[in-house]
């Protein structure tokens, strides 16, 4: 398959109007039974249909007649049926093919997970499954029988009879073929029921092994806020009687959205207090949300093509960060939605694999499931709220809704919903879109008579493909705060159209100090002069949440970049922090946020982006050395904090609760720099709860003293294979620097690191590449341990290879004698004969 491009898309020739399947489920020779029913285009074409080299096809048949093979090409992406064997008229075209479902060890399309049959068809699956026209545009209903000797068969949609190893399910609504799921297992479900605003009585359900029910019941309970909350905000409804969710422990990624039948990897369904963390209740509630979302925005409405791909998922994962802010902090969820977008998405766009929200070229569709799309797609609707305000928001959504529902759309038609329902042009905007790179705004502050005017320019760095780029409009918070800390001017949106632009505020008393980005309102890296005196002002005074945690941000940042250049500084930061986490009044979670240093990849990314070489190793040294004064200047708050942040009572992951717990972690972390690990000690043997184990672990793990620990965990849950990953990456990622690639090796050889299960494999190699210094070990040993597993794994699973290989994707930023260990591991890779499509792409993009 060559590159696909944007401008190449065509509509399908055909109409199909029903699709049927008949599928006989065994582990080797599925029978799968497809008739489509198909009408013709005007003009005689080739009926091409997708189908992967695994299938085997039996029979093809046209209204119940073998088509002549002389009219069918078969090659390893397509079968074609010649225009002279078609009818001119509507006819079913029946095919009977066999698949191996056992031998599926991609995850892709039809496979067996611990005697499960599941399947995964996003982005183009469903091809592997039986010869079809697998592209999103092609929207259809489907009637699905399955036959199987286990005892639960699901499909989408609703359910029709189910007796005697046969189940029939009905899907009324069109949808396009990445949204097909069977499931077929032994399988219990934890059930409840939800009644729509409009009267629909809906039976849920959410299917484990059996023994797993206990640890489904906060997944239910997320599933029913998230269909209440979808109707009180966007007025969205469900629109079948029955809605399942299905944990399987073999999944490629988080979880997928087939219609009415959602399957998840069982990490993100299975939680209990003794195996799971505060921040694994709150992903669990975020993705079932994301999931169920999509029901409108991804499956109602879908995408034309998948280059649109960001016109579901940034729009869904927007609607998901405001459902976690409605019912948690909204301040405390945006600080870790910036922090999450410039860990993925700004380390993404300043390296060699930065593309737009919406590319226009890919080679392998599954490489662009990226922060760009899904993280800065959701950046760039928030942006459109904030220069259209919460009504013409609300208009614009109603109006996409209307217009679209049924439809295969373009972030043309989403742009031009705004623009009817707002009467706003969004010519310039859509350069969001288009234009690849995080645009790096830089302000200059003049004062004179009782004006303060801001000057700001605009630049976006080049990207690959992309040398010179055109202004964009940044929509730029600003409020004032004058000298006594009182505000002086509320939060006013500035709308940046050029590139460079002048703001002014007239008749100000005294200079006061602006509060510029708040609440992050654009996607862009500020670069500012300020003292540290004047950040320290407003990490004390601003009104604004995220620019308070900001300002405390930047003050770390000044002092750890200053320090990993052999410098000295810090004393205003720990200064203020001090004041800050002392600050009874402010929550908990958020004064854990400002406690929290930013990590070595955060501080290796400033320093690239201002023009200096990481050194791993310094920046590792550097932020240790800090977090030791801090917890020396701070001793008695912390231990204050430690001792009082208890949370008294049965465990509860609701947000006060574990905004209680992450604050006294983060003073459990600060004071471990200094007792030694005593107290990790005691905690990881009383906790009652994984959120504060884990973080004693840690503590532990870093001084070199968590083997007692590590065995105890392992004693009490070898047996639990979600607990087992976190074992595995957890040695590895808080592991000293110098050992972490030594203790890779070792885990690896162990024979419990099954790592053909995903979730296992990036326990261990995610271990490694979040573990900076040691990732990026100047004798290159983390790198080709790296691509040693990448290439194992590529014969095996492309699809987690590939993604796993952006491990490498800062390479450019090192010195010389790093960049050549990446280079050799990245061209070994390279190399590799018979290498997957997917980490083909990556790897060369990478080293191009
Ligand atoms: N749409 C799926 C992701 C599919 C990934 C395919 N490689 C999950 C989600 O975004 O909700
Ligand atoms: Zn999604």
Redesign the pocket.
């Known amino acids: 398959q060559p590159v696909q491009h944007l401008a190449d898309y065509r509509p399908w020739p055909f109409t199909l109007s029903q699709t049927r399947l008949d599928v006989t489920l065994a582990p080797r020779d599925t029978v799968v039974l497809t008739e489509l029913d198909l009408e013709p285009s005007d003009l005689p074409v080739d009926l091409v249909l997708d189908g992967g080299a695994g299938l085997r096809l039996q029979s093809l048949r046209i209204d119940g007649l073998t088509v002549d093979p002389a009219h069918v090409l078969r090659d390893d992406e397509t079968l074609t049926i010649r225009a002279a064997a078609l009818p001119r008229v509507p006819f079913t075209l029946a095919t009977d093919v066999r698949i191996d479902p056992q031998d599926n060890t991609a995850f892709e399309g039809l496979y067996l997970s611990g005697g499960i049959f599941c399947t ?1 068809c ?2 183009e699956g469903f091809r592997h499954i039986t010869f079809y026209p697998d592209r999103p545009d092609v929207m259809t209903t489907f009637r699905v029988t399955l036959r199987s000797d286990l005892p639960v068969l699901l499909s989408n949609g609703n359910p029709v009879r189910a007796q005697d190893g046969v189940a029939e399910w009905n899907d009324p609504w069109p949808k396009p073929a990445y949204l097909f799921a069977l499931v077929a297992g032994n399988l219990v479900a934890v059930s409840d029921s939800f009644t729509t605003r409009s009267g629909r009585a809906v039976d849920l359900n959410v299917w484990v092994r059996p023994g797993d029910q206990d640890r489904a019941g906060f997944a239910m309970e997320s599933l029913i806020k998230s269909m209440r909350w979808d109707e009180d905000v966007y007025g969205r409804e469900y629109d079948l009687d029955v809605f399942n969710i299905v944990a399987v422990d073999d999944f ?6 087939n219609k009415g039948l959602n399957i998840f990897n069982s990490k993100l369904v299975l939680a209990s207090p003794d195996t799971a963390t505060d921040g694994d209740y709150e992903r669990i509630e975020a993705v079932i949300a ?2 169920y979302f ?1 029901n409108w925005t ?1 499956n109602r409405i879908t995408c034309r093509d998948w280059f649109q791909l960001c016109l579901k ?1 940034g729009l ?1 994962v927007f609607r998901d960060q405001q459902f976690t802010s409605d019912l948690r902090s909204a301040a405390v969820k945006r600080i870790e939605d910036v922090q999450t977008l410039r860990a993925r998405q700004f380390r993404e766009d300043q390296g060699p694999l930065a593309h737009p929200p919406r590319p226009d070229r890919y080679e392998e569709i ?1 490489n662009f ?1 990226t922060a760009t799309v ?1 993280e800065k797609g959701a950046e760039v609707i928030g942006m459109l709220k904030r220069l259209v305000g919460d009504d013409g928001y609300a208009r614009a959504l109603d109006l996409y809704f209307d217009r679209h529902d049924g439809d295969a759309a373009t972030i043309e038609d989403w742009l031009k919903v705004f623009e009817d329902a707002t009467g706003r042009d969004l010519a310039q905007f859509k350069r969001w879109y288009t234009d690849a790179g995080t645009p790096v705004l830089t302000l200059q502050e003049t004062w004179q008579d009782g004006t303060l005017t801001l000057d700001f320019t605009q630049q976006t760095p080049p990207t690959p493909g992309q040398p010179d780029k055109l202004a964009r409009v940044i929509p730029i918070a600003v409020g004032l705060i004058g000298p006594n800390g009182d505000e002086v001017a509320p939060t006013r949106v500035l709308e940046m159209t050029e590139d460079r632009q002048s703001f002014s505020f007239e008749g100000l008393g005294a200079r006061p100090v602006a509060s510029v980005l708040r609440g992050f309102s654009a996607p862009v890296m500020l670069q500012r002069q300020m003292d540290d005196a004047t950040r320290a002002f407003l990490l004390a005074h601003d009104t604004d949440p995220f620019a308070r945690w900001e300002a405390g941000r930047e003050l770390a940042l000044s002092a750890l970049t200053q320090l990993a250049r052999g410098a000295d500084a810090g004393d205003d930061y720990i200064t203020a922090i001090g004041a800050l986490a002392g600050d009874a009044e402010a929550d908990p979670a958020f004064r854990a946020l400002c406690l929290n240093l930013p990590g070595e990849e955060e501080i290796a990314t400033r320093l690239a982006a201002t023009g200096t070489t990481p050194d791993p190793d310094a920046i590792h040294q550097a932020r240790a050395g800090l977090a030791r004064r801090i917890a020396m200047a701070h001793q008695d708050l912390l231990a204050e904090l430690y001792d009082t942040m208890t949370v008294p009572g049965a465990y509860s992951p609701d947000a006060d609760a574990a905004a209680r717990r992450s604050l006294r972690i983060a003073a459990l972390g600060l004071l471990g720099r200094i007792d030694g690990g005593d107290r990790a000690e005691v905690l990881f043997g009383i906790a009652g709860n994984m959120t504060e184990r884990m973080a004693a672990l840690a503590v532990l793990l870093r001084l070199g003293r968590g083997d007692s620990a590590l065995r105890m965990l392992h004693d009490e849950f070898a047996d639990n294979r979600l607990v087992m990953d976190k074992w595995f990456g957890i040695q590895v990622m808080a592991a000293p620097p110098s050992d972490a690639v030594a203790f890779a090796e070792r885990l690896a050889a162990r024979p419990d690191f099954d790592w053909k299960n995903p979730n296992r494999f990036r326990a261990l190699l995610g271990g490694l590449a979040a573990n900076h210094a040691g990732f990026h070990a100047a004798d290159g040993s983390g790198y080709a341990f790296t691509a040693d597993w990448l290439m194992r794994m590529d014969a095996v699973n492309p ?1 987690i290879a590939a993604r796993m290989s952006t491990a490498f994707e800062t390479w450019p930023r090192y010195d010389a004698a790093r960049r050549d260990h990446a280079r050799n591991a990245l061209e070994r890779i390279a190399s590799l004969a018979g290498l997957s499509r997917n980490t083909r792409e990556m790897v060369s993009r990478m080293i191009a």
């Open positions: 995964q996003e982005a490629n990624m988080g979880a997928m959205e994301h999931e999509h991804g998922e869904t599954n499931y899904y699809q």
